[in-house]
């Protein structure tokens, strides 16, 4: 008898705390919401793509930044100043388009002129280092990576293959029917890559 008074009373501990959590997570069928606005985050409203990174932690890619929120507090991802590959002018300042996170979660990065990838410097801030360059490149709406491992950065007038083995980009050749148009949108499939294109003429579903 004492034992089941025991087993009962863990029971509606547990069921108190699950009621008590769950309360705290939605109240009357609603989750909170938080609303913030450009002045929180001291930057262009507009916010073309946004991932999470890791747990806690969300990147947001407006015309002009890399943002960063940590549910708290806001702050800018930059250009790493361990590289001098490129200068700050030609990376920064620049519209954020899409993130994608690889199998090895690796954040990459398709911003106007420019491909790259976030980690952490060694001072321990995330960091946006371009392996990329090219003031013709714009509009990299999708990401993708291949059953290798290799990166898919795909424009609406172009598709750029990057290669982290040999830290190498090359553009694919596309058959003129395909680069004859403009890439309006695209999904991953099993063994490639489905384009939707655009022509004076009308659409064409390609598969690549």
């Given at each position: 008898?004492?034992?089941?008074?025991?087993?009962?009373?863990?029971?509606?501990?547990?069921?108190?705390s699950?009621?008590l959590?769950?309360?705290?997570?939605?109240?009357?069928?609603?989750?909170?919401?938080?609303?913030?606005?450009?002045?929180?985050?001291?930057?262009?409203?507009?916010?073309?793509?946004?991932?999470?990174?890791?747990?806690?932690?969300?990147?947001?890619?407006?015309?002009?930044?890399?943002?960063?929120f940590?549910?708290?507090?806001w702050?800018?991802?930059?250009?790493?100043?361990?590289?001098?590959?490129?200068?700050?002018?030609?990376?920064?300042?620049?519209?954020?388009?899409?993130?994608?996170?690889?199998?090895?979660?690796t954040?990459y990065?398709?911003?106007d002129?420019?491909l790259?990838?976030?980690?952490?410097n060694?001072?321990?801030?995330?960091?946006?280092?371009?392996?990329h360059?090219?003031?013709?490149?714009?509009?990299?709406w999708?990401?993708?990576?291949?059953?290798?491992?290799?990166?898919?950065?795909v424009?609406?007038?172009?598709i750029?293959v990057?290669?982290?083995?040999?830290?190498t980009?090359?553009?694919?050749?596309l058959?003129?029917?395909?680069?004859?148009?403009?890439?309006?949108?695209?999904?991953?499939?099993?063994?490639?890559?489905?384009?939707?294109?655009k022509y004076?003429?009308?659409?064409?579903?390609?598969?690549?």
């Open positions: 008898m004492y034992r089941s008074f025991l087993i009962f009373l863990l029971f509606l501990i547990i069921l108190s699950s009621v959590f769950a309360q705290e997570r939605h109240i009357n069928g609603y989750f909170p919401v938080n609303n913030y606005t450009s002045d929180d985050f001291n930057s262009p409203s507009q916010i073309w793509c946004g991932t999470q990174v890791e747990y806690g932690v969300f990147l947001f890619g407006n015309e002009r930044k890399i943002l960063r940590n549910g708290k507090d702050s800018f991802i930059h250009k790493n100043p361990e590289d001098s590959t490129y200068t700050k002018d030609q990376i920064e300042e620049k519209t954020v388009r899409s993130f994608y996170i690889s199998s090895d979660s954040c990065v398709a911003r002129h420019s790259g990838k976030i980690h952490y060694n001072s321990g801030e995330h960091v946006y280092s371009p392996f360059y090219d003031e013709l490149l714009t509009k990299v999708s990401i993708y990576e291949d059953k290798k491992n290799l990166i898919y950065f424009s609406t007038s172009v750029l990057y290669n982290p083995a040999n830290n980009t090359k553009e694919v050749n058959v003129k029917s395909i680069s004859d148009g403009e890439i309006q949108t695209s999904i991953a499939v099993e063994d490639g890559i489905l384009l939707c294109m004076k003429k009308g659409s064409l579903i390609n598969l690549y």
